[in-house]
């Protein structure tokens, strides 16, 4: 008997230690490090979001009055003032009919700079689907606030002190005191968002409910008017209050249900509370009416269990970041690599509220599928790329989308805000239109799409003239669309004295001609193609011999004296090698392989390649073009450790909604999209011992192990890569290979290959 007691207690034991095991084992959501990128310093540009996947609104602790340069939480800060249901979408673009809710104790204060409270990062639990936090009330008490989240709506859990002046304010608009910044023409849009932006908010006592709206656009003045835009809210909290109010700047109103401002509007509701006591409050977006914020409410958060919301979205996010596998890295590297595959999968934005949309784009709502916020001079370079593998169902609505605000407002976009802004220049939803149908996406209109592409690269706008000089950031006047599209024509080339940017435009209007003129060619549209495929060369035409780079060139044909006039975000290196639609034509304009490579080796060396900026992410891999594939297999081993770190400063330069994430993505896998619409990848050098995707191709489900066999920091060379068996000739790989491979792997050595190029 004591034999059998024995051997069912050890048993026992085993079956204990082994479902702890199980329970300790992380999941891929939990190695997701929300702090990355939300340091000033290194300019992530990113804030905490709490919600699912492309969520429409984001949940989160709001340290800071947000504007454009600078994003409500700030990892430096040590004050929060309160949490913020916010649309802004990067640290560079503005936030939109926002909404937030503060808890406090003590003598009533509804201003932000008067009401915030101090935290400390060790007194906070940060998650994709779960945040909390304990706030300093006053020098003896702790107020603690927990945020959970579904894609429109949501929840939150106030445990207050014992207190009998207990308060949660709520605020409708908030136009802050500070000035926005000046760095960028017209860009002060403060006073008339003062002048022109009404709230409302309105407290029910007796159904526990508060509603309003809020019509602010921090980017007003660089988009259209729209006199139906608005941010609805409904807001619920499960405690009587005792006392009310609504607050407009710095006028408290006791009592007043109801109120329309200007700048500053709010509301407040006031009780008594035990020590401990729990308050909760839940918050419903919409950009369509009350009624539709009050159905997601329904739909989304019907009751109050706050845990089921949280498991919810941790189980929509672990669903999303289990298609890839990583084996073989420590936590440290797989914390960087599913929080960067995390920040691809925010942007851009879900905008419909089950089957019906606002459209900012012709200011009415419509039945349909809608994406919004889509930093398209930015994505789509890797981030569209990548969510082509990750995201095909998406990337079709995301296509329609696109193809509605060209159908409501005349051309498709630049970059939604929601509305249109025109910031950044080439038309580039082009390139994202014609990649994901050369890769074999095609859940849109096609004909339509074509139609829309092609206005794009024949077309001028109506305000395209040749005194408007189209700077970045200029106030409102119509689409942009490819300025100076005439000199484009006839020139072949944007004249400097004519618009701003011209070398960059010059270059970027060609790689989307060349998008446009793949979809041509397989539509059987043989004039357009021919057009199209001959525009995409008059990068050509700005190259200047004498000093061996791009130059701006006025419109009489002479070179302009300033030679740093002309490019977006960068100098003449910046854009050296920035047609990637047609490397084969670069190297040849250049002088050959060696010239060519050359030229690249100074790049490298002089560090004039920055990473923390879009035009050069593709330089990495161009050495594939020129015979020295070695080259590119050291940078992206370089680069994917020096620009991305498991620190809040850890991604260098704005992650501009996602493209800086899924940039490192493709450089562990080892390979890059350089070229759109090509169906193409460059082979750069995997950075995991294995990784596994698992993804859909055509509608069927296929599975790509990705194994680096041999591989350390030292033997980071290529030897040999087969797919399947079959050797891979050449340093590069196409996108109808990888969705019928199963197995690709690398053979990595302490020597380069020279060889195999």
Not at 48 to 68: A, C, D, V, W
Not at 663 to 675: A, K, L, N, Q
Request: with cysteine; glycine share 6%; proline share 5%.
């Amino acid at each position: 008997m004591r034999k059998l007691i024995f051997v069912l207690s050890f048993a026992l034991n085993i079956t204990f230690c082994l479902a702890q095991n199980i329970k300790s084992q992380k999941q891929e959501v939990d190695f997701v490090n929300l702090y990355i990128g939300t340091a000033e310093k290194g300019d992530g540009g990113l804030a905490l979001s709490i919600g699912p996947p492309f969520t429409m609104t984001n949940f989160s602790p709001q340290t800071s009055e947000n504007r454009i340069s600078r994003m409500y939480y700030v990892y430096e800060d040590t004050t929060i003032l309160g949490f913020i249901a916010s649309h802004q979408p990067t640290v560079w673009m503005g936030d939109y009919g926002y909404v937030s809710v503060m808890p406090e104790i003590g003598a009533l204060k509804t201003h932000p700079q008067q009401r915030k409270l101090a935290f400390k990062h060790s007194d906070e639990h940060v998650s994709p689907y779960y945040y909390s936090v304990k706030m300093k009330a006053n020098n003896t008490k702790y107020l603690k606030a927990e945020i959970a989240a579904t894609e429109r709506c949501g929840i939150f859990k106030f445990t207050f002190p014992e207190s009998k002046e207990s308060h949660i304010v709520f605020q409708a608009i908030n136009i802050a005191d500070n000035p926005e910044p000046s760095w960028s023409p017209n860009l002060n849009s403060k006073v008339k968002r003062e002048t022109s932006m009404v709230a409302y908010i309105a407290i029910d006592k007796e159904k526990k409910e508060i509603t309003g709206y809020n019509p602010d656009r921090q980017c007003l003045n660089i988009g259209p008017d729209l006199k139906n835009f608005k941010g609805y809210f409904i807001i619920q909290f499960d405690k009587p209050c005792i006392a009310y109010g609504t607050w407009n700047n710095d006028s408290i109103l006791p009592f007043v249900k109801e109120l329309s401002a200007k700048k500053r509007l709010g509301a407040y509701i006031s009780f008594s509370t035990k020590n401990n006591e729990t308050v909760k409050v839940k918050i419903a977006t919409s950009f369509i009416s009350l009624e539709q914020a009050r159905e997601n409410l329904k739909k989304e958060i019907p009751d109050w269990d706050f845990n089921k919301i949280s498991q919810q979205t941790k189980n929509c996010w672990q669903k999303e970041l289990e298609k890839i596998k990583v084996e073989g890295v420590p936590e440290n590297q797989k914390t960087i690599f599913y929080t960067a595959f995390y920040h691809c999968l925010l942007f851009p934005r879900q905008f419909s509220e089950y089957g019906k949309y606002y459209s900012a784009f012709d200011d009415k709502v419509h039945n349909g599928v809608s994406y919004t916020d889509f930093s398209l001079w930015d994505t789509f370079r890797a981030l569209h790329p990548f969510l082509i593998f990750m995201q095909p169902e998406r990337v079709s609505d995301m296509i329609t989308s696109m193809l509605q605000m060209y159908q409501e407002g005349g051309r498709l976009p630049m970059w939604p805000n929601p509305a249109e802004t025109n910031i950044m220049i080439g038309t580039h939803a082009d390139a994202v239109i014609a990649d994901a149908y050369i890769k074999g996406i095609r859940g849109y209109d096609v004909n339509l799409a074509y139609e829309a592409m092609r206005k794009d690269a024949m077309m001028a706008t109506e305000c395209d003239g040749s005194n408007n000089k189209m700077v970045d950031r200029q106030e409102w006047s119509c689409y942009e669309g490819q300025a100076g599209l005439q000199y484009f024509h006839t020139l072949g080339y944007i004249p400097s004295d004519y618009k701003s940017e011209s070398v960059s435009r010059t270059i970027e209007y060609g790689i989307d001609d060349y998008c446009v003129a793949q979809v041509a060619k397989d539509l059987g549209k043989t004039d357009d193609y021919n057009k199209l495929i001959q525009w995409s060369e008059n990068y050509k035409n700005l190259y200047n011999n004498e000093t061996g780079f791009f130059s701006p060139r006025l419109f009489n044909g002479k070179w302009d004296s300033n030679t740093n006039e002309g490019f977006t975000e960068g100098s003449p290196w910046t854009y050296l090698f920035g047609a990637m639609h047609d490397v084969p034509g670069m190297i040849n304009m250049m002088g050959g392989n060696d010239k060519f490579a050359t030229k690249l080796d100074q790049n490298f060396a002089e560090n004039h390649y920055k990473h923390d900026n879009e035009p050069g992410h593709h330089y990495i891999y161009l050495y594939n073009y020129c015979a020295q594939p070695w080259k590119t297999q050291e940078l992206a081993r370089t680069h994917t450790t020096l620009n991305y770190r498991n620190t809040p400063d850890g991604i260098n330069g704005n992650d501009d909604c996602g493209q800086m994430s899924a940039s490192y993505i493709f450089s562990v896998m080892g390979f890059y999209p350089v070229t759109p619409a090509s169906g193409m990848y460059s082979i750069g050098a995997p950075q995991f011992p294995k990784l596994t995707m698992n993804y859909t191709a055509k509608g069927r489900q296929c599975k790509l192990e990705i194994i680096a066999n041999n591989l350390s920091e030292t033997n980071k060379y290529i030897q040999n890569v087969t797919l399947d068996g079959k050797p891979i000739e050449t340093p590069f790989i196409s996108h109808q290979e990888i969705v019928n491979g199963n197995k690709l792997i690398f053979e990595m050595g302490m020597k380069p290959n020279v060889n195999w190029k």
